[in-house]
């Protein structure tokens, strides 16, 4: 079954943009979160009112170029009403009478041929709140609405041309993008070859990854080359979009460029270029995955006052509201490009997977995906275990176990917990978020890159019942010697191979963290990434309350979080499950 966004007017807008069309029609005043599309040759508007109240209304404009490339913009239109813009932003925007004009910021100004700018503004209305029909870019005209003679019913899941026809499982029926920069290292080890044509996601970490670090490629680089590896076939190109600012709060190896505050640097230099090259016609035949802001929401639940785990910037992180803002303004400037497949992350079941952390998570996913201007049908699904180690089914021991009347909760493994493995437990996040509202069809996500945990220390079959720690210690497949370990984990093995539809619920298990990519440096390193000194990657470490005070479980001799690191990948073949 396919999804449909429900902003009708968004698919409108994208069918006469991408076959040219122009309609002139009448727009009729409409409730909350609709849209208008109006197109030329020269231009295109996507105009939304995303919120509607008694007295105000808050809209968002995107505007595209479909003419020759500009270095200055300008957007006018009339209203048919006494609406009022009352303030704006990422545009100069002023009103006379009914008149309004929007001029491009100092920022945004140069549009090349099909690239688009993004604004929004807040306005006052009585009565009706009808929709601009004509539009001007520059002078030019972007005539009308959708035709009420059209007969094709743009949000038909039966209308091939209809771009906003997101396919139940992008995975399904789909080759994924191998990167070749990463191939290529793999290959290059001894081994490598057997794992090198396996698909990984891009890791898109800081602006300068968006063209390319090092002369490294860019964001337009790997998608032009999936579109080379595409063929006459269905290709998915997994993206990590991760940039927040204040990024990984309670993870100093991960932390990012930006400052907490950066929050308008985040949406005009991180995630606005982004979606603008996502945008670009020439990429509407690839399914863009993307994976929106590991470890960030879940920080907010688990690593703020009055929790013992709390750190000082995650609580500045939650009071300032930045993660929300950002995550909800990514959701929302890239799930209205027909093509793309926002996934959010939920963290772990060694993160989130115990009573008071598992629904308060939820919630949350539910407000974010619901404000800032995101909505539900802009969320395609969740991703689990990113970048992690859990082990995706532990078959020696289950939850309901018990040794000696002692469940298997209560051992010091599982300690409470809920579940035991990350299937079981993305199964039951899937299950509480459509709950909550999100669509039914909602798919899921599981990084195995890192979790096979095979080699020779894989339990053949479950412990001895002596007791109920010796029961789950000797038959867990997850040999970490504590659940919140999550640096480099020593005897870690590479999981399940990335396929599509493994399991009920689950979208693909996927490799979206590169093998051999480090999760931080063992030891300080000076550099210009922004990525602090972590003591969870230092071997030496006695841990602290998250991982209960145990050793860090760290391989020794890390480079930098994202540097190759050959130690690593070695062992992750070596420990592979299934073996290579």
């Known amino acids: 079954m396919s999804r449909i966004r429900s902003r009708a007017g968004t698919a409108v807008f994208a069918a006469l943009a991408l076959t040219g069309a122009a309609c002139v029609g009448t727009a009729a005043a409409l409730p909350a979160d609709v849209a208008v599309g109006a197109a030329a040759a020269g231009c295109s508007v996507d105009y939304k009112v995303q919120n509607q109240w008694d007295s105000g209304f808050t809209t968002a404009v995107t505007v595209t170029n479909n003419g020759a490339a500009v270095s200055s913009w300008n957007l006018s239109w009339s209203f048919a009403g006494n609406q009022k813009v009352t303030n704006g932003w990422n545009a100069d925007i002023t009103q006379s009478g009914t008149a309004v004009t929007a001029k491009n910021a100092s920022y945004n100004g140069s549009l090349a041929t099909g690239s688009s ?90 602006i300068a990854a968006i063209n390319g670090v090092s002369g490294g490629m860019g964001l337009r680089d790997h998608l032009d080359d999936a579109l080379t590896q595409k063929g006459s076939g269905e290709e998915v190109v997994q993206l990590v979009v991760y940039d927040l600012p204040g990024r990984d709060c309670a993870a100093l190896a991960s932390n990012g460029e930006l400052g907490p505050n950066d929050i ?59 993660y ?93 917990n809920r579940y035991t493995d990350e299937l079981s437990y993305a199964q039951a996040m899937r299950t509480k978020l459509v709950s909550l509202g999100f669509d039914q069809n909602l798919g899921m996500l599981i990084d195995t890159s890192r979790n096979g945990w095979g080699g020779t220390a894989r339990p053949a079959g479950p412990g001895a019942k002596s007791d109920v720690d010796t029961y789950v210690d000797g038959g867990r497949y997850d040999r970490r010697i504590h659940l919140g370990n999550w640096c480099n984990q020593s005897g870690a093995g590479l999981g399940e191979r990335p396929r599509a539809n493994p399991a009920t619920g689950i979208d693909a298990y996927v490799w979206m963290k590169p093998p051999g990519e480090s999760d931080g440096s063992s030891t300080a390193v000076d550099n210009d990434e922004g990525k602090g000194f972590d003591r969870m990657c230092d071997p030496t470490y006695t841990g602290n309350p998250r991982n209960n005070n145990h050793l860090s479980g760290a391989l020794p001799n890390a480079p930098l979080s994202g540097h190759w690191f050959s130690a690593q990948f070695q062992e992750l073949m070596k420990n592979a499950y299934p073996a290579l």
């Open 117 to 206: 700018a993004s604004f929004g503004f807040n306005g006052s209305y009585s009565g009706g709140n009808a929709l601009p029909t004509t539009f001007k870019l520059n002078g030019v005209t972007c005539n009308g609405a959708t035709d009420p003679t059209d007969p094709t019913d743009p949000t038909d899941p039966t209308d091939p041309t209809d771009p906003s026809d997101r396919v139940d499982n992008p995975y399904a029926g789909a080759k994924v993008y191998v990167n070749p920069e990463w191939a290529e290292k793999a290959a290059a080890e001894p081994g490598g070859t057997k794992i090198s044509n396996q698909p990984t996601g891009v890791w898109l970490d800081r």
């Open 264 to 322: 308008d640097r985040y949406k005009s230099d991180f995630i606005d270029p982004i979606a603008a090259i996502l945008a670009d016609p020439k990429y509407a035949g690839l399914r863009i995955v993307t994976t929106i802001e590991i470890d960030s929401l879940p920080n907010l639940v688990t690593n703020v006052t009055p929790r013992a785990t709390a750190t000082p910037n995650c609580d500045t992180m939650k009071a300032n509201g930045n």
């Open 324 to 416: 929300q803002k950002g995550v909800g303004y990514a959701l929302d400037k890239l799930g209205d490009i027909p093509n793309v497949y926002n996934y959010i992350d939920a963290g772990h079941h060694g993160w989130l997977g115990w009573d008071d952390n598992f629904g308060a998570s939820a919630d949350l996913f539910k407000t974010v995906a619901t404000s800032n201007g995101a909505q539900l049908s802009d969320v395609h699904g969740f991703i689990v275990n990113t970048a992690n180690y859990s082990a995706l089914k532990e078959n020696n021991f289950t939850i309901d176990d018990s040794v000696n009347g002692v469940s298997v909760r209560q051992s010091k493994w599982v300690d409470w």
